[in-house]
């Protein structure tokens, strides 16, 4: 029966898939032990330990898996990033099934889920343990979702879309700007019918159950996390970070090479005849990519629209090879074939953590980006304070405190502190802010501040050492190397914890 050899076919090319992301995640094992924690990583490790419903960075979900990694793998590096790996590689598998419900052969469910891997955007998220690579699952999820609702008809498929932007509310907020695309694509397409369905409603109220217990603990915490975005978007074009978004979308999150692929799945979506019954995947990329333009976002934050684009890519290649002559399909097929595999050899290099510190591999990756010189010098930054902390006389270290003004600096203390008989870091930064400035010391060893910083503090303060690594690489620590030791505090130490949080 043809039914039963297409359902066969399947099962064998989801095994193929699979095959490839077990292949991919082997890779991210092996090398995910290399350098070190990201300064990110840290604060998501001391919030792992400090479990709520919300935190002022970011909701509940990324420190909640941190939690479970840390029961499963303690502190092991490789451990800690084990479900970003996970993440990212699903996310790969769902390109291929995406191929797959917009008509694609075999050979263009697993070109899709090639490309997705090949992207930087992918690769450097799967190595790291941050809220970026879940984020990028549950949109990739949120896509395939809606193709298996457009494609069945089985308007039950709400209710998994429903869970699965809740689940991306309570990774990250950006959720919303694909949430709007949704919406915009439901009432712009024929699913506009579907408004009147209660498995609809039914979906809209199971995102709103997944991500009630973070609106409360927002609203018990005056909504910090929107000072804390506003101040960091602010930031963020002060610095120039938010320039070019448009044309950074050519290039950043897919690299050069993948862009002619994903400007034809958005044609196929958009325009083609063939392709009009997943006309909803355009308004998902068209309506996110305006908002985040006209917010001046960052380049990066639209980077888990683009596997969806890549699959579709792929599909409209196949269309193509469908009109032309064996030989010239077979010859287009390979040199798709061989540009992603290009990009996935090319783009490692620079967004995995293969290269030893400061070879030629390594200073390359440090012109597109610095997550891999922020992962380097934190043990020993750590035993560096810890000997300004034993310098001090026995009595007195019982009564001092390490300060610390960036969470950084505050999670190394946390995790490799105790090592050294060190007390847990004090931090006014982001949910530091909530746990409180604990006991009242007599001496206060103070962590990422300058002489100019620290020429008005209420005590009597002396530099005391110097921050650095032996690697010799410039990160955000070296750029504050000193750590100063002050006494004879002149005003309660309750009194000079600030009013409210900083935001890093």
Known sequence: MPGLEDAARQRRTLWWLLTLALLRFALHVALNGRYGFHRDELQVLTDARHLAWGFVAYPPLTPAFGRLELALFGTSLTGFRVFSALAQCAAMVLAGLIARELGGRRWAQLLAAVAVAATPFSLLTASEFMYVAFDGLWWVLLAWLVLRLVNSGDRRWWVGIGLAIGAG?????????????????????????QLRSRWLWMGVAASLLV??????????????????????????????????????????????????????GLWFVAFARSGARWRVLAWMYVVPLLLFWLAKGRDYYLAPAYPMLLAAGVVALQHACARMRAPRARALRATAWVLVLFCLVSVADMALPIAPVDSAGWQLSRKVHDNFAEQIGWPEYVAQVAAVYHALPASERTRTAIYANNYGEAGAIDLYGPQHGLPSAITPVNSGWYRGPGPTPTTVIVLGDDAEGISDAPATCTLAGRLHNAAGVANEETSHPDIYVCRDLRKPWQALWPAKPFFG
């Open 169 to 193: 509310m309570m990774t990250r907020y950006s959720m919303l700007f694909c949430v709007a695309g949704l919406v915009a694509g439901v009432c712009a397409t024929p699913l506009r019918a």
């Open 211 to 264: 991500f009630l217990p973070n609106a409360w603990w927002q609203w018990q915490h005056d909504f910090i996390s929107v000072d804390f975005l506003q101040s960091i978007h602010a930031r963020d074009i002060d610095n120039g970070r938010t320039d070019g978004f448009l044309l950074a979308q050519l290039y950043a999150n897919t690299g050069p090479l993948l862009t002619p692929l994903w400007l034809a």
